[in-house]
Structures are given as C-alpha cells and as structure tokens.
C-alpha cells in the first residue's frame, strides 16, 4: 500500500510561478489572495508614493505592492504590503531583480481596506517587525489616522499635522494631514 503526500509548495516555486504575479500572499506552503484595492486606498497609496519618492530621491528603493522574501518563526513568508522602502545602506551590494525585496525593508506601510480590520493588520504588523522590518505604517483612511508600529515600544497614533518622521528615514518631513490633502481624502 502506497501513500500519496500532497507536495507543499516553495517559496521559490511560488516566486517563479504565475500566482506570484497576481496578488497572491505566501505563508509556509499557503497562498491568500490578496484583497482588491477601492478608491481611497488606491489614492492614498499613489500619492503616499509620490510623497516617498520626492523624499526618497538617492536614498533607496519605494515600491507599491512590491513582495518581500521574509522568515516569520523559521517559516518562509511573502507578504506584499501596499507599500515599502529600504535604503541602499541597508541593500549594501545586493543587485534588486525583478523579483521580491530580498531582505526585510525599513519601512512597510499597509493601508486598511474596507474588509479588513484594523486588529487584523495590527497582527500582520507585529508578524512584519517580527520578521525584522524596523517600522510599520497602518493608515486607516476612514479615521484619517497612522498608527506606527516599532519594534521594541507600543504603537503611536498620528494624525493632522504630527510629524511621521523617524530616524530611521532621515529628513522625512510628512503628515496624516499632507497625506489624505494629497489624497483628496480631506
């Protein structure tokens, strides 16, 4: 009597495949499809982009919907958050391909969909620093608000004109407020 095992699949089996390229999240063999964006989350998400990239200029990478090659208790995990950035100090020599961030990014910002919950992506940020992404950005269109997850210290909720700057991206000068304006949400 043989017995037939289903095989899981890789990280870089979903990588090369078709499914890497539409929308898909991997998490240890698993695949989530990710949630379609609506209007205020697809003009938060362009303009949030502009925003990074005008202060970003030489500093490193932004991507928008860009997937990152992470490990979240020893377990292969792709997510792909709406947006990201890495500095080239922290790429060092690596050369980008066309292919998913292969190290944890400084920054990653998730943007609440209408059928997500706020408590739901507070995990997924704690499961990002947890995989070594130094700060995470929840924006919550409705309530106009940015809730800033660190790694060792309790979340902080910005809104109106309270700075998002942090060392970690130097000379960033940016507001909820600039952000929704931006936005035409406000």
């Known amino acids: 009597m043989s ?14 495949s078709s499914l890497a390229n539409k929308n898909y999240e991997y998490f240890d063999g698993k695949l989530t499809k990710k949630m379609a964006p609506k209007y205020a989350h697809s003009k938060v998400t362009g303009q949030l982009f502009i925003l990074l990239e005008k ?9 928008i919907e860009w997937g990152i090659r992470l490990k979240l208790n020893d377990k292969d995990w792709c997510p792909i958050p709406d947006l990201l950035y890495i500095s080239f100090s922290k790429l060092g020599n690596i050369q980008l391909e066309d292919d998913a961030c292969p190290i944890p990014p400084e920054l990653v910002i998730e943007i609440i969909s209408p059928d997500q919950s706020f408590s739901d992506l507070s ?14 950005w929840l924006i919550d269109t409705q309530a106009k608000k940015i809730t800033i997850f660190y790694p060792h210290s309790p979340p902080q909720t910005k809104q109106g004109e309270e700075s998002l700057a942090d060392e970690i991206l130097p000379d960033l000068q940016l507001t909820p407020q600039q952000i929704f304006q931006k936005s035409k949400l406000i």
Do not use: M, R
């Open 3 to 16: 017995t037939q095992t289903e095989k899981k699949l890789t990280i870089n089996d979903f990588l090369s």
């Open 55 to 63: 202060w970003n200029q030489t500093k490193g990478e932004v991507g």
């Open 123 to 136: 995990e997924k940020a704690e499961a990002y620093l947890k995989a070594g992404v130094n700060l995470v």
